[in-house]
């Protein structure tokens, strides 16, 4: 196991030095740089020219590249402190500038519920180039802990929202400096559970209550990002998985039994029935939706696995049999980089006297629609979700509903390569992008 819980935080500063190497007093090398806050491996540095007199320039951006355009611009693979230098040049003459930028550690957050018991949520940023953990990272940034227990987490726009449950409500924090600053929206949010953006707007499936005793209960609340104003879309049946196409918002109605489509513009409601309970959807090349067939808890006759939903005529064009998905939220698809593969965490069965789920990973071939004979995966104990990252798999799992848990990875052939200890409950992992 390999856990680190030392924080380093590199600070955005930069150490200006300039080295002359001209005779000509009006010749200077000069230039500035954006942002001026937190970068991270992966975005775009924008470096402006101020030099005078000069003709012709040479920047070395200090990772091995280099340019001679006038302001370039230039994108970091890595995290670490690079001399920029920019040599100035009229003929003969030369003068040089030089400036360090820090590119910062580019965090995923790995979100644990917590437990039912009253542990609250807890965050895990994992390193993503040194493949180290660092737990209660969020008190470790906010000086505060969470106070509700996290069902879901979204990066949009520049922002992390998280779902809060118990107490119920919307709270963010910044995707890269990860603060806090504003209070969450309490408002018109009654057990939310999952998010997705699009334009001004945050549209979160909300249960509305017990809906697993009433399946009439149930909307999308549709907040507004600039004044956080909360808005109803009346959609009974327990909404869950979301996803937005051609200006429609396709919402998984686990109680419902069928997949409910808003026209975003109209927020006309249609229904489309489905066979067993919908959870989550995994968005394919072409805009349609693979979407996790689960069942109710008393229902043990539904057909289990994932159904393919044509979001151009809205009709399930097909489903593929995965036998023994039980009843839990923790069945969970996502696909490989170049969407050859599908990979379904899922539940086979729940120790109620522990609450603890034992389940699998299984693979789906998208060429040819099958699932492969071989589970990746059997006898996850503590089976709570699953993300693929670099086509790599991890693995969320809560062997105790009251003790740590841990993040597992595994290679596409099934083996496993590291395991890292995490909060109570590992759900998904949030990338800081």
């Not at 409910?260 to 029935?273: F, K, P, W, Y």
């Not at 503590?382 to 105790?400: H, M, T, Y």
């Amino acid at each position: 196991m390999k856990t680190k819980f030392s924080f380093i935080l590199f600070l955005a500063l930069a150490a200006i030095a300039f080295v002359s190497c001209s005779d000509d007093p009006n010749l200077k090398a000069g230039f500035t740089y954006s942002p001026e806050g937190t970068i991270q491996a992966g975005d775009t540095v924008y470096f402006t020219n101020t030099s005078s007199e000069a003709s012709t320039f040479e920047w070395s951006f200090g990772d091995g590249e280099k340019s001679t355009e006038e302001s370039p611009w230039h994108i970091y693979d890595e995290p670490g402190i690079y001399s920029v230098t920019l040599n100035a040049m009229n003929g003969e003459f030369k003068h040089s500038a030089t400036k360090e930028i820090n590119i910062a550690v580019d965090f995923a957050y790995i979100i644990n519920y917590g437990s039912y018991s009253g542990d609250k949520s807890t965050v895990t940023a994992y390193n993503t180039y040194d493949e180290e953990v660092i737990n209660g990272y969020y008190k470790t940034v906010n000086g505060l802990d969470m106070v509700s227990n996290v069902q879901y987490a979204c990066n949009y726009e520049g922002n992390i929202y998280f779902m809060d449950n118990n107490a119920d409500g919307i709270s963010w924090v910044n995707a890269k400096t990860f603060e806090q600053t504003e209070n969450a929206i309490s408002s018109d949010i009654v057990k939310p559970r999952y998010c997705v953006g699009h334009g001004d707007y945050l549209y979160v499936s909300c249960y509305g209550g017990d809906v697993w005793y009433d399946s009439s209960l149930g909307y999308i609340a549709k907040i507004n990002l600039n004044t956080n104003n909360v808005e109803k879309i009346n959609l009974p049946g327990g909404p869950e998985g979301l996803a937005i196409v051609d200006g429609k918002l396709y919402v998984a109605l686990r109680y419902g039994k069928s997949i409910g489509v808003v026209d975003l513009t109209t927020e006309a409601v249609s229904n489309i029935d489905f066979p067993g309970q919908p959870v989550f959807f995994e968005k394919d090349p072409q805009d349609n939706l693979y979407v996790v067939i689960s069942r109710n808890w008393d229902d043990y006759a539904t057909q289990t696995g994932v159904g393919y939903f044509n979001t151009h005529t809205n009709t399930l064009d097909a489903t593929y049999a995965l036998d023994g998905i039980g009843n839990t939220y923790d069945n969970v698809i996502d696909a490989n980089s170049d969407f050859s593969k599908l990979y379904v965490s899922y539940t086979t069965s729940t120790d109620y006297s522990t609450y603890v789920s034992t389940g699998s990973i299984a693979v789906f071939d998208v060429a040819s629609k099958q699932f492969e004979s071989s589970n990746l995966v059997d006898g996850i104990v503590g089976v709570n979700g699953l993300q693929v990252v670099d086509d790599k798999i991890i693995s969320f799992e809560a062997p105790s509903t009251t003790s740590n848990g841990k993040a597992v990875i595994y290679s596409n052939d099934g083996q496993e390569m590291e395991e890292y200890e995490t909060g109570i409950s590992p759900i998904l992992m949030v990338e800081s992008k």
